[in-house]
């Protein structure tokens, strides 16, 4: 455990030393105001004013804390998480899935727009990925940082798309939001709906191009179980996802041989 605090230390101090003010630069009274409002029982230790945005550093009842606020006001709260503060059902999956990797770093994300999320930093022979649990402890995201910048600006959420959400609405009423990205003039969504957790993809004027959802090999069903079995004999089943599109349904399903080589079987959903 102690090896873990040393790389919790290490990560959260390099996320809030990356990007620092120079002397001169000043604090909006805005910002100034909104955090007075937010954290009345709290003081900043000390403001970082980057490009667009204004970053309040402070401690409360022992816990490190950034509160980012850009020109209309508060956008995100990252708080340092220690392993016990996670929920217990995150506790038990990180135990049982991730028990072979180094935790890297846990933060608490409260952010506009979306719901509460813990992020989980793990690295295994130099793969890093982050695990964004719900707060009943779910998975509802695994992103691959093996390449990607440190620091808390990827996490920031991303402007407001009328269309896209005009469209979620449609299809996912009952979605509670965890993520949203822009990749490749695409809008990913992460977000619990009917209590699984997917991911959907959409354009930028809002037109639906999928949705995965990763799903257990006893969810799949005897008929598509027969089928792997009958194409790869003697495999397991590793991971699987359901691809829905506006046009077709598929399955993507990761087997595992006897002598530990993998493959890809793609089969429509029946």
Known sequence: MSRVLTYLLIVFTAVFVTGCAEDGDKVSYMSESAFASLFPNYNVGKWVVEPGYEIARFTANGTDAEAWFDHNGWIMTV?????????????????????????????????????????????????????????????????????????????LPVPKNDAVEKKMDELYPDAVVYNCAVRSSAYAICFVSSGNAKTALFSTDGEWLLTSTPMSGQAIGKAVADAVEKQMPGSKISDLTLTETPSNSFYSI?????????????????
């Open 79 to 155: 708080w340092a998480m220690t392993p016990e503060k996670l929920p217990q059902h995150a506790q038990n999956s990180l135990a049982s899935n991730y028990s072979q990797w180094e935790t890297v770093a846990l933060r608490r994300l409260d952010r506009k727009v979306l719901a509460t999320v813990y992020v989980v930093t793990v690295e295994r022979n130099k793969v890093v990925y982050d695990l964004y649990f719900a707060e009943n402890g779910m998975l509802v995201r695994k992103s691959d940082e093996t390449n990607a910048k440190q620091g808390a600006e990827k996490y």
């Open 254 to 270: 990761e087997c595992r041989t006897g002598d530990g080589t993998t493959q890809m079987i793609y089969m429509d959903k029946k």
